[in-house]
């Protein structure tokens, strides 16, 4: 099921959702079309490397730069494939507009690097020696799943359900759609530690942990003025 659209009324411009969408798009069609070494050299310097952190001989051994945490901030701007940009493009644009209108930009944009800087971390202290870089916007739109989870549990969800490609829609409440997504990632997290050893080909430690932090940070950061 995809989602297709949200019902929940939006009384401003998200000017920052479309801002953080434009340089997400803009910095992975720069390096699709950059040569593999910067490329390479890009995602590997500005993705989150967890062993990076975790074994700074390591890291020393490599080439990386010592001390240098910008990454908690940069690899959420970076995306791994067309795939994994358009997913997590999608989801901003349906989910992030309310919740930047119930903030106002200046304290959504505080919020979404927030919840994008705890989920780097939260990763790290589950996979500290890993060493690929960790790069998506998932874990700050996480953040943002959380704080509207909260906000519009019964705002509808309208969902596409790709059967041989009809047009079938159905919608769902809110609460429903993100709760299922939390259990889906909850479910593939403890998959991953069972037989893994916690590594997983996605981020889910960052998901879970922008979704959390989103959840207990959403309310210090509403506006005092907003329309009731």
Request: glycine share 6%; proline share 6%.
């Amino acid at each position: 099921m995809i989602p297709i659209r949200d019902t929940a009324p939006c009384y401003s411009r998200p000017y920052v959702t479309w801002g953080l969408i434009f340089i997400c798009t803009a910095l992975f069609v720069w390096l699709e079309v950059s040569p593999e070494r910067l490329h390479r050299y890009v995602i590997f310097i500005y993705g989150m490397v967890p062993n990076r952190y975790t074994n700074p001989e390591w890291a020393l051994a490599m080439g990386y730069p010592i001390d240098y945490y910008f990454t908690f901030v940069s690899n959420l701007f970076l995306h791994g494939s067309w795939w994994h940009l358009i997913m997590n493009m999608w989801f901003l644009w349906i989910f992030a507009d309310n919740i930047e209108d119930r903030m106002g930009h200046w304290r959504f944009i505080i919020f979404y690097l927030l919840c994008g800087i705890i989920a780097s971390m939260v990763q790290w202290l589950y996979t500290p020696n890993l060493v690929m870089p960790v790069v998506g916007a998932s874990g700050a739109i996480a953040g943002v799943l959380g704080a509207y989870f909260f906000l519009y549990p019964y705002a509808k969800i309208v969902l596409w359900v790709p059967i041989l490609f009809l047009p079938i829609f159905i919608e769902v409440p809110a609460i429903a759609f993100i709760g299922i997504w939390v259990i889906f990632q909850m479910s593939k997290a403890t998959t991953a530690i069972l037989f893994y050893e916690g590594v997983s080909d996605v981020a889910l430690w960052a998901h879970l942990g922008g979704f959390v932090a989103g959840f207990l940070l959403f309310q210090y950061f509403l506006r005092k003025d907003y329309p009731a």
